[in-house]
């Protein structure tokens, strides 16, 4: 660590609060000059616009690790802060010393030898892919030219500072000048039990490092484009109003937020959101206290949101749209309704129509961006809903008007707005309405809002100390002081709820020094997309207070001293479990250390979940253990949510790296990596053995076949298993307990609609029609035909004949592909490839688009007397190439990236070195002639479904396929004639930039045919790619709500919990919204057995424990034990017993044999050594009714 001293200038009347940057210390990964000037107002557009601007340098201290080239791509520059001169200070054994000149380990920002990455704004799209379709270019921008100070290093504020410090804002300072804790090890995953161990120098003074600075160096790891850095303990001593002048010094007008995230002086806080509001800056305050917590919000009287839920805007295309006064607008249903409110704003393109009533101005069924019809794409027109598929444009006259516009398309604009807040004197006083986060404790806000003003005044009566644990004396003090504030008409404490005010009190002072992992995650992440907010300007903020509890996880009375057994001054017996025992106690604390669990994934959710489970204990007692999986490896989009890994990490499996990392947390964590995907293929590994010795499952998945598919696991074995997933800024949690709640799979969602065929070939009206046409065509061409050439050189022509004598629909089309590929059109030089790529843009673009023309004309009218090109399908246009070409929307090349993109992947496809260099490609092409279109007569085009599927059936039954086949076949060279040939095939992938920019042109070249809005290949990289956005502040929040239910599986300390007690969760960051529900009871079957009813569920099944007997004995023992007489057994399709079989067979051979033989001799497949059970259905007959009993399957034990 080391000082860095750094000018600050404020340009406004407030110069007394200029922060003394004298020590502060730095820890950066890399180069990171910071500079504020009045460039950071326009960077940050309408948020900014209320903020002081002055000068402000934070430069930081770096080492000199290169960054890797790859580093450097897909960077977008936007404006940098400028410069300003600064000095710098040294730190030798605490002592500093004032420097006039730069020291030999600091890098002038200036000095073009620096090396490292200089934070000048620039947004790194490999790094930040997967969380920019959650914020956008913009405000990833304006966070990368923000400042965040945060108060506070326990739990919390690391997850704050680490969810912030991944997500990209420019610079953390850390403030926390105090010793950790025990208490401290529950929720900071930095910390160790080394570090609680306070030591004296040679001096008689603490040698002990604070908690900020204890973190720093990890911290600092997680983003080399954030400088991260802490106040020292000689600037501000403590958080105390005992240095409250100091503490105000570090709020400037540089700082777009300041965070607390620990308990403090009520008079120091508001005094810190005073001055927040005086520099312009945001302020957090949040806190975390066993299982209740907090957080409280104001970001000033005039904070302007952009985008108040970052959802996509409305967009629908036009049926119609009236010429009348004001004009009435109808959307095409089959796409969905508008969801336009009165009072949107809406723009509109590519209109078709509206043809002038003097005949001047006739559109002429093209379409036209101008005043001329009407509606100028360029002007926002005001909405007045009127039906969901209506609405009218009271602004707009257009009854000058003719003809009705047929087509277009609508697009919403989104209008930033204003907020207001409280302060925190003002909210703390009187609250406006507080944000609810479960229904079921509709009264819960009122009360938490109380007990927290209670707290700061108990701690400002006992010398800022906060209850003890179960301590019953401080308990009743803390009720005193709740019960006195209580004032007003409006009383929070009644008649009706005091005993159970009470209670929680209890509850809340014996737990209010715990600091607990999943608590600090779920808030860490609330307030960490917070902050992001106060930077970004984009969603809505939390306005005033926000309560959060998880009560259902503790007794309902307080657990005896001996169980809790915490001396706040024994510091030699306080664990990385202190906290977590003093809330639940040591018996439960035993419990989760010995449970052994299989955590489904390593990515965001995974990693989250392992740093919460490190902290925990989860798999560090002697009988415990993690068993994680993940067959995938990491990535450079990982690196921005999924925090265990590092740049040095890319390449390696993730399953490992997030088990070395938890290792390093937590040292008595047991844990096993595999690298091997759950499903059928992989159950001689993940079988019957393997399940029956765990306690739950933990989903980390990114799809439903794999959850559903463990889901199934655990209904078998009855295994809890926790669920959740996340989209953006949205998420949601699932908790699986056997028994008392259904099952992940008892309720699905709707299958996905495809598109059809015919709309993909030929009549494409949006973008995602385009690009998945785009897509199956690199598939088609890159991959299937390279595949299908090196299927028929590796093997001899009659065996590849046989092998496509299956295919009758198909070989000719295989075959015309392998010619063409291996032959006619077999590139020898990139000029070739050059060639290809051109005639294939004039094939694509151009030729096919003029004969659908040629059988659909323009003006073509079907038997009903309608106009063929209207509604969605929509009269294309043929492409005249043109390589200097520019799309209006998107703004890109399309002509030439599509030659540049299809020349390259072709010659990669053949091993052919390619290039790139414009001047080439131009000189190429203006030698290559392309011949003129020729109409054919007699081409069948599916004009709808029913023809394409009639076309599919009916291909190739006018000719003789097999002669065909056999003349195509004849015509190949033979395989031994390219002996050591082969093609390369080329898979999509999403994230290499070739593959996108050869998609993304040819889905906007189809646009462009059909007068579809273009897309960058930003967007396009979403659309083709099927991005999941993902962000990591939600993926902390979800991990935390997991883990809370994780100690009610475990075992809530004497306490029955019933299916009411559990809850998942359904959350959005963005707007915000969260709220907790009971999870659903499983659906019942009713049977009779015996006389007696049995209600069974997805959970049931017929146990049999008696090892390997034979099919007459279990006959037996269902007579015996369930009145109930077999009819018919079977397992799989392979059916063991049926009343109708041969009975001398069955009475001689089968019922003597063991069961688990039967099964092997009939499907002549040995079962596996680790297979313990084997599934079987049933039909059976109650013996006295003689009617049939639905029951469940049996799990026959034969092992």
């Given at each position: 660590l080391c000082h860095n001293s750094n000018s600050n200038s404020n340009n406004n009347n407030n110069n007394n609060n200029n922060t003394d940057y004298n020590d502060i210390y730095i820890y950066n990964s890399n180069n990171n000059t910071n500079n504020s000037s009045s460039k950071k107002k326009k960077l940050m557009g309408c948020i900014e616009s209320k903020r002081n601007t002055n000068t402000n340098t934070n430069n930081t201290t770096t080492n000199t690790n290169n960054i890797e080239e790859?580093?450097?791509?897909?960077?977008?520059?936007?404006?940098?802060?400028?410069?300003?001169?600064?000095?710098?200070?040294?730190?030798?054994?605490?002592?500093?010393?004032?420097?006039?000149?730069?020291?030999?380990?600091?890098?002038?920002?200036?000095?073009?030898?620096?090396?490292?990455?200089?934070?000048?704004?620039?947004?790194?799209?490999?790094?930040?892919?997967?969380?920019?379709?959650?914020?956008?270019?913009?405000?990833?921008?304006?966070?990368?030219?923000?400042?965040?100070?945060?108060?506070?290093?326990?739990?919390?504020?690391?997850?704050?500072?680490?969810?912030?410090?991944?997500?990209?804002?420019?610079?953390?300072?850390?403030?926390?000048?105090?010793?950790?804790?025990?208490?401290?090890?529950?929720?900071?995953?930095?910390?160790?039990?080394?570090?609680?161990?306070?030591?004296?120098?040679?001096?008689?003074?603490?040698?002990?490092?604070?908690?900020?600075?204890?973190?720093?160096?990890?911290?600092?790891?997680?983003?080399?484009?954030?400088?991260?850095?802490?106040?020292?303990?000689?600037?501000?001593?403590?958080?105390?109003?005992?240095?409250?002048?100091?503490?105000?010094?570090?709020?400037?007008?540089?700082?777009?937020?300041?965070?607390?995230?620990?308990?403090?002086?009520?008079?120091?806080?508001?005094?810190?959101?005073?001055?927040?509001?005086?520099?312009?800056?945001?302020?957090?305050?949040?806190?975390?206290?066993?299982?209740?917590?907090?957080?409280?919000?104001?970001?000033?009287?005039?904070?302007?949101?952009?985008?108040?839920?970052?959802?996509?805007?409305?967009?629908?295309?036009?049926?119609?749209?009236?010429?009348?006064?004001?004009?009435?607008?109808?959307?095409?249903?089959?796409?969905?309704?508008?969801?336009?409110?009165?009072?949107?704003?809406?723009?509109?393109?590519?209109?078709?129509?509206?043809?002038?009533?003097?005949?001047?101005?006739?559109?002429?069924?093209?379409?036209?961006?101008?005043?001329?019809?009407?509606?100028?794409?360029?002007?926002?027109?005001?909405?007045?809903?009127?039906?969901?598929?209506?609405?009218?444009?009271?602004?707009?006259?257009?009854?000058?008007?003719?003809?009705?516009?047929?087509?277009?398309?609508?697009?919403?604009?989104?209008?930033?707005?204003?907020?207001?807040?409280?302060?925190?004197?003002?909210?703390?006083a009187s609250p406006k309405e507080l944000m609810m986060s479960d229904f079921a404790k509709f009264d819960r806000p009122p009360v938490l809002h109380l007990l927290y003003k209670g707290l700061h005044q108990y701690m400002q009566s006992h010398d800022g100390n906060l209850p003890s644990v179960g301590s019953g004396e401080d308990a009743a003090a803390l009720l005193e002081i709740v019960k006195s504030l209580d004032t007003g008409t409006d009383k929070v404490i009644t008649e009706d709820n005091a005993t159970k005010v009470s209670a929680l009190v209890a509850q809340f002072a014996s737990g209010s020094q715990a600091i607990l992992s999943p608590m600090c995650a779920a808030m860490g992440g609330i307030v960490g997309q917070e902050v992001l907010k106060a930077c970004s300007g984009k969603f809505t903020p939390i306005q005033g207070f926000f309560y959060f509890d998880a009560v259902e996880t503790l007794p309902d009375e307080l657990l005896p001293m001996d169980e809790l057994n915490i001396t706040a001054s024994d510091n030699d017996n306080m664990t990385r479990y202190t906290s977590q025992i003093s809330v639940f106690g040591k018996t439960l604390q035993t419990k989760i250390m010995n449970q052994n669990k299989f955590l489904v994934g390593a990515g965001a959710i995974g990693c989250e979940m392992l740093k919460n489970w490190a902290l925990m204990g989860v798999g560090c007692g002697p009988?415990?253990?993690?068993?994680?999986?993940?067959?995938?490896?990491?990535?450079?989009?990982?690196?921005?949510?999924?925090?265990?890994?590092?740049?040095?990490?890319?390449?390696?499996?993730?399953?490992?790296?997030?088990?070395?990392?938890?290792?390093?947390?937590?040292?008595?964590?047991?844990?096993?990596?595999?690298?091997?995907?759950?499903?059928?293929?992989?159950?001689?590994?993940?079988?019957?053995?393997?399940?029956?010795?765990?306690?739950?499952?933990?989903?980390?998945?990114?799809?439903?076949?794999?959850?559903?598919?463990?889901?199934?696991?655990?209904?078998?074995?009855?295994?809890?298993?926790?669920?959740?997933?996340?989209?953006?800024?949205?998420?949601?949690?699932?908790?699986?307990?056997?028994?008392?709640?259904?099952?992940?799979?008892?309720?699905?969602?709707p299958p996905e609609?495809?598109?059809?065929?015919?709309?993909?070939?030929?009549?494409?009206?949006?973008?995602?029609?385009?690009?998945?046409?785009?897509?199956?065509?690199?598939?088609?061409?890159?991959?299937?035909?390279?595949?299908?050439?090196?299927?028929?050189?590796?093997?001899?022509?009659?065996?590849?004949?046989?092998?496509?004598?299956?295919?009758?629909?198909?070989?000719?089309?295989?075959?015309?592909?392998?010619?063409?590929t291996l032959v006619e059109d077999r590139p020898r030089s990139f000029e070739d490839c050059v060639q290809w790529a051109r005639m294939l843009f004039e094939d694509l673009f151009s030729n096919q688009i003029l004969q659908l023309l040629h059988n659909f004309p323009e003006d073509q009218v079907t038997s009903s007397g309608t106009k063929f090109w209207s509604g969605s399908k929509r009269c294309p246009k043929a492409l005249c190439f043109d390589i200097g070409s520019k799309c209006e929307d998107a703004e890109m090349r399309n002509h030439f990236d599509f030659i540049v993109a299809a020349a390259n992947l072709r010659a990669s496809m053949y091993g052919i070195k390619g290039r790139t260099d414009e001047e080439y490609f131009v000189n190429v092409l203006k030698d290559i002639i392309v011949p003129d279109f020729a109409a054919r007569d007699g081409v069948k085009i599916a004009a709808n479904e029913a023809e394409a599927a009639k076309e599919s059936s009916d291909s190739h039954m006018e000719e003789d396929v097999d002669v065909e086949a056999t003349r195509i076949l004849e015509s190949l060279p033979k395989p031994s004639e390219l002996a050591g040939f082969k093609l390369n095939p080329i898979e999509f992938d999403k994230d290499i930039d070739d593959h996108m920019l050869f998609v993304t042109a040819c889905s906007n070249l189809r646009a462009l045919n059909y007068q579809i809005p273009t897309e960058d290949t930003h967007r396009s990289r979403a659309i083709a790619g099927k991005i999941i956005p993902a962000i990591a502040t939600t993926t902390a929040l979800v991990t935390g709500l997991v883990c809370l239910e994780l100690y009610k599986i475990v075992g809530t300390p004497?306490?029955?919990?019933?299916?009411?007690?559990?809850?998942?969760?359904?959350?959005?960051?963005?707007?915000?919204?969260?709220?907790?529900?009971?999870?659903?009871?499983?659906?019942?079957?009713?049977?009779?057995?015996?006389?007696?009813?049995?209600?069974?569920?997805?959970?049931?099944?017929?146990?049999?424990?008696?090892?390997?007997?034979?099919?007459?004995?279990?006959?037996?023992?269902?007579?015996?034990?369930?009145?109930?007489?077999?009819?018919?057994?079977?397992?799989?399709?392979?059916?063991?017993?049926?009343?109708?079989?041969?009975?001398?067979?069955?009475?001689?051979?089968?019922?003597?044999?063991?069961?688990?033989?039967?099964?092997?001799?009939?499907?002549?497949?040995?079962?596996?050594p680790n297979q313990l059970f084997i599934i079987l259905e049933l039909i059976a007959n109650d013996l006295d009714t003689d009617e049939e009993v639905e029951i469940p399957y049996v799990k026959f034990r034969f092992r």
């Open positions: 790859e580093n450097q791509e897909d960077i977008i520059d936007i404006p940098t802060r400028s410069p300003t001169t600064t000095t710098t200070t040294t730190t030798t054994n605490n002592t500093t010393t004032n420097t006039t000149t730069t020291t030999e380990t600091m890098t002038d920002a200036t000095d073009e030898k620096m090396t490292g990455v200089v934070a000048t704004g620039e947004v790194d799209e490999k790094l930040y892919s997967r969380q920019l379709y959650v914020m956008g270019h913009e405000a990833q921008r304006r966070m990368m030219a923000s400042s965040a100070l945060l108060f506070g290093v326990s739990g919390l504020g690391a997850e704050v500072a680490k969810n912030c410090i991944l997500a990209g804002i420019s610079t953390m300072t850390l403030c926390d000048p105090a010793i950790p804790t025990a208490f401290d090890l529950g929720g900071n995953f930095y910390l160790k039990e080394s570090d609680i161990n306070v030591n004296d120098d040679d001096n008689g003074t603490s040698a002990s490092a604070s908690r900020a600075e204890l973190s720093l160096p990890q911290l600092a790891e997680l983003n080399q484009y954030v400088s991260v850095s802490t106040v020292s303990k000689e600037t501000v001593p403590s958080l105390t109003p005992d240095h409250q002048t100091a503490i105000l010094n570090q709020i400037t007008a540089s700082i777009a937020v300041v965070i607390i995230t620990i308990p403090l002086d009520a008079s120091l806080i508001q005094a810190m959101n005073d001055k927040c509001r005086s520099v312009g800056a945001c302020f957090i305050y949040s806190l975390t206290t066993g299982v209740f917590s907090q957080v409280f919000c104001d970001f000033g009287t005039e904070f302007i949101v952009s985008d108040t839920d970052g959802e996509q805007p409305h967009a629908s295309q036009v049926e119609m749209i009236t010429c009348d006064s004001p004009a009435a607008v109808k959307v095409l249903e089959d796409h969905g309704r508008h969801g336009l409110e009165t009072g949107d704003y809406v723009t509109f393109s590519k209109i078709k129509g509206l043809e002038k009533k003097d005949g001047g101005d006739d559109n002429g069924g093209d379409s036209k961006d101008s005043n001329d019809i009407g509606l100028d794409p360029s002007i926002e027109y005001e909405v007045k809903a009127t039906g969901p598929y209506t609405f009218e444009l009271p602004s707009v006259d257009l009854s000058a008007f003719a003809i009705p516009a047929t087509q277009g398309y609508i697009t919403q604009v989104k209008k930033p707005k204003i907020l207001s807040f409280q302060s925190y004197a003002e909210a703390l009988e415990g253990k993690i068993h994680i999986t993940d067959m995938d490896r990491i990535e450079k989009s990982n690196l921005s949510r999924q925090f265990l890994f590092r740049t040095k990490h890319i390449n390696h499996f993730k399953s490992t790296c997030a088990a070395e990392a938890a290792k390093e947390m937590n040292d008595d964590i047991k844990i096993i990596a595999y690298q091997e995907k759950v499903g059928g293929e992989t159950e001689h590994i993940f079988g019957d053995d393997f399940y029956d010795k765990l306690n739950g499952v933990c989903t980390a998945l990114d799809n439903v076949e794999a959850r559903l598919y463990v889901d199934q696991k655990c209904l078998f074995y009855r295994l809890p298993m926790l669920e959740s997933g996340t989209l953006g800024t949205k998420g949601n949690t699932q908790v699986v307990v056997p028994h008392l709640t259904e099952n992940y799979g008892a309720t699905r969602d609609k495809s598109i059809p065929v015919c709309t993909l070939k030929n009549f494409p009206n949006q973008i995602q029609h385009t690009l998945q046409w785009a897509r199956d065509y690199f598939e088609g061409v890159f991959r299937q035909n390279a595949e299908d050439v090196n299927s028929y050189l590796g093997t001899s022509s009659e065996n590849f004949a046989q092998s496509l004598a299956g295919q009758q629909n198909t070989k000719i089309d295989t075959l015309t592909s392998i010619q063409n004497r306490k029955e919990l019933a299916v009411e007690d559990y809850k998942n969760g359904f959350i959005n960051l963005a707007i915000p919204f969260m709220t907790l529900s009971e999870p659903t009871a499983p659906a019942k079957t009713k049977a009779v057995i015996k006389g007696k009813e049995w209600n069974w569920t997805a959970w049931d099944s017929l146990d049999i424990s008696k090892g390997d007997i034979t099919l007459a004995e279990l006959m037996d023992h269902f007579e015996k034990e369930y009145n109930l007489e077999i009819q018919m057994l079977s397992q799989g399709v392979s059916i063991l017993y049926s009343f109708f079989a041969n009975k001398k067979k069955v009475e001689e051979e089968r019922k003597k044999m063991p069961t688990s033989k039967i099964i092997e001799s009939i499907t002549k497949t040995e079962f596996p």
